[in-house]
């Protein structure tokens, strides 16, 4: 969450590479549409970040104390981290310093691996497994949730280019900080930016909880913020 750059930078240049409308809201979040507008509006919604670490306080050349972004759950403790800058920067979870109200971790004590660098200030970190891998019939990757569904709906609207465009009115919403709390989602939604009774697709990786799926939708169809 809030470190949304690259993917969002990958996603305008797709889009204007396949000549597909878009503009940016005032939070950063994505709309790209196709069609004429004559049919009933469809949207599909995925969000642009995933789970991650945020350095709170670099306390040594060799340890920092880490937000976590996104509700991680389970033993943290010896899971290692991968810091985007500077290269090779890399390191391993050693104590859980934080828990919220439902005993879900929200910091974490890191030291850094024998010779990482320290990592920059303004530097986030991800889960630290390779970027990309299949076994047997799933795959594998630091950024499934949710940059996947990104991924998905790019693609969808790349198979749209050749349908005639007054049988499409499509809404594709790239939104972000989704991991703490759908501050992309929610804006839009509280910014009516898609057109009332618009029916929502939410592309989400992750997995399925009671009351989840419904949440989701509600929050990103604006007709329910009257």
Known sequence: ??????????VRRTLRRLDISYRMDRHGNIIAHMGTGRRPPLAMVAHMD?????????????SLSA????????NLVGRKIRFQT????????????????????VRVLVRLLARSPTPL??????????AFFRRGR???????????????????????RSFARRNLNLYCC???AEEVGFIGAGAM???????AGTRVISIEMSKALPGRAEQDIDLARHDHIR
């Open 1 to 10: 969450p809030f470190h949304e750059d690259a993917v969002i930078g990958f």
């Open 50 to 62: 995933h789970p991650g670490f945020g350095i709170e306080k670099i306390i040594s050349p060799t």
């Open 67 to 74: 937000r976590v972004l996104g509700g991680v759950g389970g």
């Open 86 to 105: 500077p290269p090779g920067c890399r390191g391993k979870i050693v104590r859980v310093e934080k828990k919220d109200s439902e005993g879900r971790p």
């Open 121 to 130: 200030p303004g530097s986030f970190g991800m889960w630290d497994i390779p």
């Open 138 to 160: 799933k795959m594998y990757a630091p950024a499934i949730d949710d940059v996947l569904g990104v991924a998905v709906m790019l693609e969808v609207m790349r198979r749209l």
């Open 174 to 176: 790239f939104t972000r």
């Open 189 to 195: 939604a509280k910014d009516r930016i898609l057109p």
